[in-house]
């Protein structure tokens, strides 16, 4: 079969290679159950799943769409892949768009990564009253307004403050006591934002560096090379940026070099992606977490399979995260 594209979506029935996934066990230990709802019948294959992404400008996400298409490869008479994403990463009201197109397109299950824990949840609500599955994967729902919603929407990903601390602690073993550093956070209405900046506050109290400024970079390399070099502008002292994922860190990195710092200024990242591999090799940033994208979507989209085979709602699943530094980045 070809590929046939129309706005934008396309069946994943092309071959493509499987992508790779390095270190770990990806699928760590389920978190505490939460209550499942019960069994829906089941539906009768083959079904249409859609993957609905964020900003495909960030490797994050190819890494993941390439993790959905090995697996529908390997599950192809089982269901056709819609892959999708948006252009930006802070475009919410095009992911919104997305959703309710999937849904009127009629595909059985939406495995969803949120471009905002909050802003999305009603439009998939109205998925799940159109009978479509919903699975969360990556980043994930706000709690708060899906008990608001009386929904209930199973959850694939990290413990992102638990990630984000073992990078910091391993910053924190190259810095001298009490060392001033400086955050960068990714879009404050992103739960794993928000928990990466918790797990780096956590090790900054515990490790005793001084934190001099948290702004946000919104996720993206360009907001963060600026926002990096205004601070390196105003807190010449600082020794460290600790980015909440790898393509602010790369924006950063960037900025230092330009501010004739390299070497000065520690930079850490999150997610893992190729570029920032490299830096980590060439000495440039120090270590990232990686949180192994391509295994998101696989366990999303098993997870979608089993509720549409009529099996029980899931519990959440916590996935792994694993440190990356120059001990253990693997050769390119
Ligand atoms: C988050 C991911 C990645 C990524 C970011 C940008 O949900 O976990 O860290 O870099 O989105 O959209």
Redesign the pocket.
């Known amino acids: 079969m070809t590929v046939p594209r129309s706005f934008g979506v396309f069946f994943a029935a092309a071959a493509l290679a499987l992508a790779g996934c390095s270190g770990g066990d990806p699928a760590a230990p389920a978190a505490p159950a939460q209550a499942a709802p019960a069994a829906k019948a089941a539906k009768a294959g083959p079904y249409r799943i859609a993957l609905v992404m964020?900003?495909l400008a960030?490797e994050?996400?190819l890494t993941m769409e390439n993790g959905a298409r090995a697996h529908q490869q390997a599950h192809a008479s089982e269901y056709a892949l819609l892959a999708n994403g948006i252009k930006d990463?802070q475009d919410v009201a095009r992911q919104i768009d997305l959703v309710e197109q999937m849904v009127a397109q009629g595909v059985d299950a939406l495995v969803i990564?949120p471009?905002d824990s909050k802003a999305l949840v009603g439009a998939c609500k109205r998925a799940l009253d159109a009978g479509v599955v919903v699975i969360n994967i990556?980043?994930k729902f706000d709690a708060g307004v899906l008990e608001e919603r009386g929904i209930t929407i199973p959850f694939v990903g990290p413990d992102n403050r638990k990630g984000a601390k073992l990078a910091a602690d391993h910053l924190a073993a190259a810095l001298p006591p009490g060392a001033p550093v400086a955050v960068l956070e990714?879009i404050p209405s992103?739960f794993?934002?928000i928990q990466r900046k918790l797990g780096f506050d956590d090790s900054i109290q515990e490790k005793g560096l001084t934190l001099v400024t948290s702004q946000s970079a919104s996720?993206e390399m360009e907001k963060a090379n600026q926002v990096a070099a205004s601070i390196l502008t105003e807190h010449p002292e600082i020794q460290a940026l600790l980015c909440?994922?790898?393509?602010m860190a790369l924006g950063a990195a960037a900025a230092v070099r330009t501010a004739g710092r390299a070497g000065q200024v520690k930079i850490i990242g999150?997610?893992g992606i190729t570029a920032v591999r490299d830096m980590i090799r060439e000495g440039q940033i120090l270590c990232t977490v990686d949180?192994h994208a391509d295994k998101l979507a696989e366990f999303g989209i098993d997870y979608a399979l089993q509720v549409l085979r009529g099996e029980a709602t899931p519990a959440d699943k916590e996935t792994a995260v694993d440190l990356v530094t120059a001990e253990t980045v693997a050769a390119p």
Do not use: P, R, V, Y
Request: hydrophobic residues 35%; proline residues 0%; aromatic residues 18%.
């Open positions: 964020k900003s960030n994050f996400f990463e990564a471009a990556d980043n990714g992103a794993n934002g996720w909440a994922n790898d393509n999150f997610d949180q």
